[in-house]
């Protein structure tokens, strides 16, 4: 468990112990940026291009090392890259941040690379989840960028300066997602089973298993022989915010950007010369730290109208950390975690305008916790159309760390939201879990109008795991599995259908659009179990669906049907099953 202060010491160990080993042989230089940088903790590691690139690469490969395979451990670090040019090939780990602070990605040149294998899992990288880079310009020194990985392992604001592969000599990696970055060469997606490439620009891509979404992206695919291959076309983005970033002057001032609301977009947001956001100066965050602070604290800092700096660590929280005033920013470093302990919500964000989270993982408590995230007090009429809230690089993870139970991961009742990379996970392996165990109902659940999502993916929730109730909704790229350790079909029945299905439209909802979808089943404790519909929506002229797909993982299991009673059975010895539309 995270909660208590043998864990607090044990991960203030760890983080000081690596600090120490960091630093180690780069005093020299280090002194001077310290000096510069406003205190982020023991776990922020910034550095400076006149750092000996010997010394910075026997450190990072250090943390790597640490970091490899430390699926559920409690550490958190974030790597800032000062502007300039660093010859250094990063590996990188589990719970790590990369991010460089130059203005424009180009700013931060990394001579090297970054790559991500599946070396520690038998070169399976479907449980390569829980890092990021962003704002950096990458040159692989092979010519390649490997990065197999899968949920929760976002790539943002990068300029890669040569091809990309997203696997490991040919072993599954499930769910990417990359947006407002430049790839100059080919993306090959090899056995990537799906992805969502948001706002880029490619020189090509070669290769599709399942689902393969491109939403504003300049040089997509051609998408129209779907689904051979299955690659999904959006020319234009309706409505986006860039996640906000962290950056530094020249002169050693730290700020934060916020970039504006963009509508039918295409293509990186970094082309100009002039970006039109908003900068905050530091003095207006409140730099959080978990080994000091609390609830208390946290919520002290809201109510006076800044924004939050989480630096990297587990927040223990024994009460809701509550966002009340408009445009609040919430910056999360180093998959920064927010951990109820009292059965709590671990967030509540009041209906104003504004508000943006980023990089944050909601890790439930032992004790059930009815909400971990709730965006809006209940369903009003307030329109946010103009300033709308939005999450970026937000996951919730029920169980697999410890014991873990949240009846619902998070629940949107304002009008008008925007998710950019969300991932709602129940542990499907790790600690604490089991049907009996890591309990849940529901996923997320949207009440509010006018909301939308780009890369939803959502898992193993023992109810439906997506619930729609607002109006007017559109969903880019859906990826979800069942529950896989249902014990019977009778224990799993709604009412006279076998299962839940995995996105559910209330039956009042007269307008929705949801395109690029994939549901999964691999019900490995009762292969004998049957779902009867991926997805349940009502039909109507503005219920829009399109380009569907359900698996039946190594054939374990059988989804029935696409959506409602279309489409055939995805099930053994036909274990894919496609539908365009209803």
């Known amino acids: 468990m995270y909660s208590g202060i043998a864990d607090k010491t044990l991960f203030t160990l760890f983080g000081a112990g690596l600090t120490a080993l960091f630093l180690a042989g780069c005093q020299a230089d280090a002194h001077k940026v310290q000096a ?24 990072l490969d250090a943390l790597f090392k640490q ?9 958190r670090y974030a790597v800032l890259f000062k502007p300039g040019v660093y010859h250094n090939k990063i590996k990188l780990g589990f719970y790590t941040q990369l991010m460089g602070l130059g203005r424009y990605p180009d700013d931060v040149m990394l001579q090297g690379g970054i790559e991500v294998k599946a070396t520690w899992h038998e070169e399976d990288a479907t449980q390569n989840f829980w890092r990021s880079v962003e704002n950096l310009s990458v040159t692989p020194d092979n010519g390649t960028m490997q990065w197999a990985v899968s ?17 490991d000599n040919g072993g599954w990696s499930s769910g990417g997602f990359i947006a407002d970055s430049l790839i100059d060469q080919q993306v090959n997606s090899g056995t990537q089973q799906q992805w969502l490439t948001r706002n880029s620009n490619i020189g090509s891509w070669t290769n599709a298993n399942w689902n393969m979404v491109f939403v504003g992206v300049k040089h997509a695919p051609d998408a129209s022989h779907w689904p051979n291959p299955p690659y999904t076309d959006v020319p234009q983005t309706p409505i986006v915010r860039e996640k906000p970033f962290l950056t530094v002057t020249a002169a050693g001032e730290y700020q934060v950007y916020v970039p504006p609301l963009r509508q039918q977009t ?18 207006r965050f409140y730099i959080a730290k978990a080994a000091t602070d609390n609830a208390d604290s946290l919520n002290a800092a809201l109510a006076k109208g800044l924004h939050l700096l989480l630096t990297p660590g587990i927040y223990p929280l024994d009460k809701a950390l509550n966002i009340s005033h408009a445009n609040t920013v919430v910056l999360g470093l180093g998959i920064a975690t927010l951990l109820p302990t009292h059965g709590n919500p671990a967030m509540q964000v009041q209906d104003v305008d504004g508000v943006i989270l980023g990089g944050l993982l909601f890790d439930a408590g032992e004790k059930n916790s009815e909400v971990l995230l709730q965006v809006g007090q209940s369903k009003t ?11 970026h690089d937000v996951f919730f993870r029920v169980g697999g760390a410890s014991v873990g139970n949240a009846t619902h991961s998070v629940i949107i ?14 542990g499907d392996h790790g600690n604490g879990i089991g049907w009996s165990t890591n309990k849940t109902k529901h996923g997320i659940v949207v009440n509010g109008d006018d909301v939308t999502m780009y890369g939803l993916f959502v898992e193993h929730f023992h109810d439906y795991q997506t619930v729609w109730n607002g109006e ?35 039956d009042h909802v007269t307008q929705h659009r949801a395109i690029g979808m994939g549901v999964y089943c691999f019900f490995n404790d009762n292969p004998e179990v049957k779902l009867s519909s991926a997805i349940e929506a009502p039909l109507g002229e503005h219920i829009q669906f399109e380009r569907m797909t359900s698996v039946s993982l190594g054939g374990t299991g059988e989804i029935t049907h696409v959506l409602n009673t279309s489409g055939d059975a995805a099930k053994p010895g036909s274990e894919v099953s496609r539908l365009l539309k209803p």
């Open 472 to 506: 007017n909704g559109a969903v880019y790229f859906y990826q979800s599995e069942a529950p896989y350790d249902v014990p019977n079909q009778a224990s799993w029945m709604n009412g006279s259908s076998n299962g839940f299905a995995s996105y559910k439209v209330a």
């Open 36 to 59: 510069s940088a406003p205190d982020f903790g023991e776990n922020v590691f910034v550095l400076d291009p006149q750092m000996p690139a010997e010394e910075v690469q026997t450190r």
């Open 67 to 75: 970091q490899e395979s430390n699926q559920f451990g409690p550490e």
């Open 151 to 167: 949920q929760a392992s976002p790539l943002r604001r990068l300029h890669v300066r040569g091809n990309m592969l997203l696997d």
């Open 381 to 391: 009429a307030t329109s946010h159309a103009q300033n709308p809230i939005s999450l």
């Open 266 to 283: 295409q293509g990186i947001s970094w082309q100009d010369a002039h970006l039109n956001g908003t900068t905050i100066p530091l003095s």
């Open 413 to 426: 009742n304002s009008n008008h939201v925007i998710g950019d990379n969300l991932w709602v996970w129940r």
